[in-house]
C-alpha cells in the first residue's frame, strides 16, 4: 500500500489504495493464546506450592515454574500484549502485580520460619516487579505492529497519513469498502482489494498482507455488523481485530463499556476528579513542597546572589500570572532576564518564534548569560516552590499563564485553567518550548481532562529525564 503522505493524497481514488505483500522490514510477533485470568493462576501457585512443599518440600521450584510461565503467557508468549496501546498498565497491576503482592506476602507472614516459602514468596513478589517492569518497557519500547486498514478510501489513506511515524503500527495494507471503481485508475502493479461488507468475507482476503491486526475506520459502508463479519472472517487466525474511535481526547480509564436495552454503551466519566483523590493531591503539593523547598533553600541563597553579582536588579522576578479558575496570583521565580526586560518586549514582537499567543526567542537577547544556564537545567522554576507550599500552584499542572496571554484565549484554550498550574507538566517533559501552541494546548488539556495521582508521579519523574536534557529549554 502506497503511505499517504500529502493533503492531496488523502482523496485518492480508490484504486491508488491497495493490499500488499508482506513487508521484510517489519518484524512479526509472537503466535495469539488465551491468557488465562492471572487470578486463577495465582490459586494454582498457591495450591501447589502448599501442597508440593509438605510433600516433597519443592516449593521454590514450584512458586519459579507457575510464577515463570504466568508472566510468560500473560505478557511475553500471548500476542495480545504487545497490541498497539496493550497491555494497559492499570490492568497489569490491578490483574498481576496486585495478587503477587498479595500472595507474596500473606504467604511470607504465614509460614515465617521456612525458608523454602520464604524464598517462594519472594519469587513471587519478584514475579510482580517483573511484570510491571515489563508492561513498561511496552509503552516505552512498543513492538512494531503489521496493521492493515479497513474503511473507506479517504480513511484508509488518513490512517496511514496519521500512522506513517508511528512506532508502534506499521501499515502494510488497505482494504477498500465499496464496489471497485467503474472507470479505470492508474495502477501501479499491486493488488487490489474491495470489499462488499455485507456478503460473506474470507480471511484470505484480509490477512494478505500478513497483518498483525486489522485495524477497522467507521464511516460509510461500515456499521456494526460489517464489523461482526469481520470478526467472523478473522476467527482462528493470529490476526487481531480494532475498531478505531472517535473519542479521541478521552483517556481509557473514563470510559466503561456497558449494554443497556440491547445497545452497547460507553460511558465517559467525569473529567472533575473525585473529593479524595484532590485532597490527596493537595496534601502531597504542600508536604512534598516543603520538603523540596527546605532542600533547594541553600542553593536558591547563592543563586540570588550570583544573579546580583553578575547583573544589576533584584536576584527574584515577581510577575502575575492566572491560576485556576481565572484566578490571578503573583509567580516567584530567579530573574533570568534584564530589569528593562518587559520595556524592551514590544521592540522584538516582529521576531517572535512562538506560535498562538506565546512568546518565545531562542535567542532573546534580554537573557543575561547567567539566566541562560539557570533556564536551561530550569533552576529559575525552583522559587515557585513557595506558590505550591502556598497552594497557589501545583508540582504538576499546566504552564502558568500570562494575563495578557489568557484575554486572547478561545474556549478550547481556556479549558486548561480548569486544573491548578503546575511547576512541571505534561508539555514541559514533551518538549517544553519546541512545541507548537497548539500541541501544547493539546497536552494540557488531555492532562486536565484526564488528570489520575499516577499520571503526576509519572510526569515527575520524567521531568527529571526532561530537565537533565534541556531540550526546548531557552
Not at 517489519?26 to 490459586?43: K, N, Y
Not at 504466568?70 to 497491576?93: C, D, F, K, T
Not at 517544553?432 to 510526569?459: F, P, Q
Request: some cysteine; hydrophobic content about 45%.
Amino acid at each position: 500500500m502506497r503511505e499517504a503522505t500529502a493533503p492531496q493524497e488523502v482523496a485518492a481514488p480508490a484504486a491508488d489504495l491497495q493490499v500488499v505483500g508482506r513487508s521484510a522490514g517489519a518484524p512479526r510477533t509472537a503466535g495469539a493464546s488465551r491468557c488465562h485470568h492471572i487470578w486463577t493462576e495465582i490459586v494454582v501457585a498457591v495450591v501447589a506450592m502448599a501442597v508440593v512443599t509438605h510433600l516433597v518440600g519443592a516449593g521454590l521450584a514450584v512458586a519459579l515454574v507457575v510464577v515463570g510461565v504466568s508472566l510468560a503467557e500473560r505478557y511475553w508468549a500471548g500476542s495480545a500484549s504487545i497490541r498497539p496501546g496493550l497491555p494497559r498498565l492499570e490492568q497489569v497491576v490491578r490483574h498481576t502485580v496486585t495478587p503477587f503482592c498479595v500472595v507474596a506476602v500473606g504467604v511470607a507472614v504465614g509460614v515465617w520460619g521456612r525458608a523454602d516459602l520464604v524464598a517462594a514468596s519472594a519469587i513471587t513478589l519478584a514475579g510482580a516487579a517483573v511484570a510491571l517492569a515489563g508492561a513498561l518497557a511496552r509503552r516505552h519500547f512498543p513492538t512494531p505492529q503489521r496493521v492493515v486498514v479497513v474503511g473507506s478510501a479517504v480513511s484508509v489513506a488518513e490512517a496511514a497519513a496519521r500512522w506513517s511515524a508511528s512506532p508502534e503500527m506499521t501499515i502494510v495494507g488497505g482494504v477498500v469498502v465499496g464496489e471497485p471503481p467503474q472507470v479505470p485508475q492508474q495502477r501501479t502493479g499491486l493488488s487490489e482489494t474491495f470489499l462488499d461488507l455485507t456478503q460473506e468475507i474470507h480471511a484470505e482476503e484480509l490477512t494478505a498482507a500478513d497483518p498483525d491486526l486489522v485495524l477497522v475506520v467507521p464511516g460509510p459502508g461500515v456499521d456494526a455488523e460489517c464489523i461482526r463479519r469481520l470478526g467472523w472472517a478473522l476467527e482462528g487466525s493470529r490476526t487481531a481485530l480494532a475498531v478505531q474511535s472517535d473519542l479521541d481526547g478521552i483517556a481509557t480509564h473514563r470510559l466503561e463499556h456497558a449494554t443497556y436495552g440491547g445497545a452497547t454503551l460507553v460511558h465517559v466519566a467525569s473529567s472533575r476528579p473525585a473529593r479524595l483523590p484532590r485532597l490527596v493531591k493537595a496534601t502531597m503539593d504542600r508536604v512534598v513542597g516543603t520538603l523540596l523547598l527546605v532542600l533547594s533553600a541553600p542553593l536558591l541563597g547563592v543563586l540570588v546572589l550570583a544573579i546580583r553579582a553578575t547583573s544589576s536588579g533584584p536576584g527574584m522576578f515577581r510577575q502575575v500570572r492566572v491560576g485556576q479558575d481565572g484566578s490571578l496570583f503573583t509567580m516567584y521565580k530567579l530573574r533570568t532576564m534584564v530589569t528593562t526586560a518587559e520595556a524592551e518586549k514590544a521592540s522584538l514582537l516582529d521576531a517572535n518564534e512562538a506560535s498562538g499567543v506565546l512568546f518565545k526567542m531562542t535567542a532573546d537577547p534580554r537573557i543575561t548569560p547567567l539566566g541562560r544556564i539557570l533556564r536551561k537545567f530550569s533552576l529559575d522554576e525552583l522559587p515557585q516552590l513557595l506558590n505550591v507550599v502556598k497552594g497557589e500552584m501545583s508540582l504538576v499542572g499546566p504552564r502558568p499563564a500570562l494575563p495578557e496571554e489568557v484575554a486572547q484565549y478561545t474556549s478550547l484554550e481556556r479549558r486548561r485553567l480548569a486544573a491548578k498550574p503546575g511547576l512541571t507538566g505534561l508539555w514541559q517533559v514533551s518538549g517544553r518550548s519546541d512545541l507548537s501552541w497548539e500541541k501544547a494546548i493539546a497536552l494540557d488539556n488531555h492532562y486536565t481532562e484526564n488528570w489520575r495521582l499516577a499520571d503526576d508521579v509519572g510526569i515527575l519523574a520524567r521531568t527529571v529525564h526532561a530537565v537533565l536534557g534541556s531540550r526546548g529549554a531557552y
